[in-house]
């Protein structure tokens, strides 16, 4: 299962990454600072972002990879629960009351 999610993260974190490569987005996350006055509020904003930044280069990957592994295994318990739930329901597993 994390074999999976591994590939399925690699693909979904290039897809990212070349959209934030692309010039609108770049010019996009240029003028989000310039939302702020200019001064020291604007250089922190800047700051701010470009710490950002290095933290998704740094981390970014693995925190995808672990999200998409506990989404596979959260729809993987799902599809076990709604075949018993339906096996139940069909007869073929028959389910003897608590006595």
């Known amino acids: 299962m994390s074999f999976v999610a591994t590939q399925i993260a690699r693909r979904v974190w290039f897809a990212m990454l070349w959209f934030m490569r692309r010039q609108w987005m ?9 939302f ?3 001064g020291p509020r604007r250089e922190r904003a800047w700051g701010k972002f470009r710490r950002q930044e290095r933290f998704a280069r740094k981390y970014g990957l693995k925190i995808l990879t672990v ?3 506990l989404c596979l295994y959260f729809v993987v318990l799902l599809v076990i629960y709604n075949f018993l739930t339906i096996a139940i329901e069909q007869g073929w597993l028959p389910v003897r009351p608590i006595e």
Do not use: Y
């Open 26 to 34: 770049r010019r996009l996350q240029r003028g989000s600072v310039k």
């Open 36 to 38: 702020f006055p200019e």
């Open 67 to 69: 999200t998409l592994t």
